[in-house]
């Protein structure tokens, strides 16, 4: 299997971003910072608005992403459309993208970098009215692993639009 991996920078508003085929909004009434829904993770920042550094990676075993990296949790994820994910916010529109396969089942394994005190200095930042550059992102990183686990069959096409994916799992060129 070929490993795969997209980082980009993704602006956040309203504390939270979606890593999804489809977004939904979901229950936000719990205090656990993943929320798991069918096809979507939502995960809650400890930061109201700044700019994050995420990366969706596909790989054959569980990651070890090396120091201060913190694992929140590993959840089970089965493709509910055409296993097309990408991070996106409320707000600020779509980050990085990963293709999965429609008919594989995988384990999400989900670390976060700098989140544990990402709240404290923000505000610290805020404290010294660093506006801008000051304020815009390095206060938390987030790493997306994608592990596959099974099979499954493919999921119904999302309503009003068929999709054909080929055996690889990859969608048509338009």
Partial sequence: MQELAHSGAVSIAYGHFYIAEWVEVPDFRTDDPVIVTPGQFT??????????????QLAAVEPAPGTGWQLLGSYPYRPTRAGLIAVTAPTTGQGPQLQ??????????IFTHGRADSRERWQAAMAREEWGAGLDGGFEAYLVTFVPTGSQQAPPPPEGRPVAVDEEGQLPAN
């Fill in 43 to 56: 995960i809650i920042s400890r930061v109201q608005a700044h700019l994050i550094e995420v990366t969706l």
């Fill in 100 to 109: 999965l396969h429609p008919h594989t089942t995988y384990t999400a394994y």
